[in-house]
């Protein structure tokens, strides 16, 4: 009877180190995942499946697909394997945590949000927002999809962090420090928003004679001008602002908790943030070729994970120094 318990505890320790290896994969998969959806806008092979969902062209398997075919249901592919990775994830939280850890509650918010975000792909598909559709719509729902995204990568960070044994994120109590870093998340997912409305316009907007800068603005504000081709400037203005009081948030955190992770995730920060604007001027100066836009949204969902880890390694720190001060 004890050779068997001895069996099971070394089962269950086996299948703990494989949580956070998981969770890992999952949350790198997911950043491939998005990269990919981008190259089904750029190629605008958002039409590849007609407006079936999920069926493509009212079928499981595409008979002879075209190449805008193969691109869009590769992606439905891609993004239903992060919905099985996401299952698994929740399975195996299950199976090595105990009742209440974290891991579970990340595992199983990251589920729902996958879930979430095969439902915005399909209202995309099935209300024709897609390929080269101008409705105005489209651009609300491609913020939405935006943010959802940021959201997911957001919550498998935490889940490998929870299943990696990292403390738990409590936001009661944190103070000016919580407020202020919640304040730059919700700056940089509001910047991700219009970017994404941005990239849309750049994709169906670009002028025809390719001008940039003065000329661009000029025509996005004539008076036949659609609303996504006025709202692409608000993403520019948006990014000086939000990349500012990033900035300074990595300096007012290091001074208040100087801790080696805070230290570290703040100077990360501050690099992607750079990168991330030569990538945005080179962007304009390109006139958006997709691979640039490629690499720019990269870009984005590594600053949004590393603006995370700072955000958690600060909070973490802060009720952790907290505590031992009091006890002090």
Request: contains cysteine; aromatic residues 6%; glycine residues 12%.
């Amino acid at each position: 009877m004890s050779g068997t318990l001895k069996a099971s505890a070394q089962t269950g320790a086996g299948l703990g180190l494989w949580l956070p290896r998981l969770a890992w994969a999952a949350l790198a998969y997911n950043v491939l995942v998005i990269l990919w959806g981008a190259v089904v806008r750029i190629t605008g092979a958002g039409a590849g499946c007609g407006d079936h969902w999920p069926l493509c062209n009212g079928v499981v398997v595409p008979q002879s697909p075209t190449l805008h075919t193969v691109i869009e249901f590769s992606h439905r592919l891609t993004s239903g394997a992060s919905g099985l990775l996401a299952i698994a994830l929740v399975a195996l939280a299950f199976a090595v945590t105990g009742k209440g850890h974290p891991a579970r509650f990340g595992a199983l918010l990251t589920l729902g949000l996958i879930i979430l975000e095969g439902l915005v792909g399909g209202v995309q598909v099935l209300l024709g927002l897609t390929a080269q559709s101008t409705d105005p719509a489209r651009g609300f729902v491609q913020g939405i999809h935006l943010a959802n995204t940021f959201a997911l990568l957001g919550a498998l960070l935490l889940t490998a962090l929870w299943a990696s044994g990292q403390p738990l994120l409590r936001l009661r109590g944190q103070g000016r420090a919580g407020a202020l870093s919640a304040a730059g998340l919700v700056l940089l997912l509001i910047l991700g928003m219009a970017g994404a409305v941005t990239a849309l316009g750049d994709l169906l907007f670009l002028p025809a004679d390719g001008s940039v800068g003065i000329g661009t603005v000029k025509h996005d504000y004539a008076a036949t001008a659609s609303i996504i081709e006025k709202l692409r400037v608000v993403h520019p203005m948006l990014a000086v602002l939000t990349s500012a009081y990033l900035a300074w948030l990595g300096v007012w955190l290091r001074r208040l908790r100087p801790g080696a992770e805070v230290l570290r995730w703040s100077g990360v920060l501050w690099g992607l943030l750079v990168a991330q604007m030569l990538a945005g001027f080179a962007n304009i100066a390109l006139h958006a070729p997709g691979w640039m836009q490629l690499l720019h949204l990269l870009l984005a969902c590594l600053t949004w994970l590393a603006a995370v880890m700072l955000v958690y390694r600060a909070l973490t720190t802060l009720r952790v120094s907290s505590v031992s001060g009091a006890a002090a």
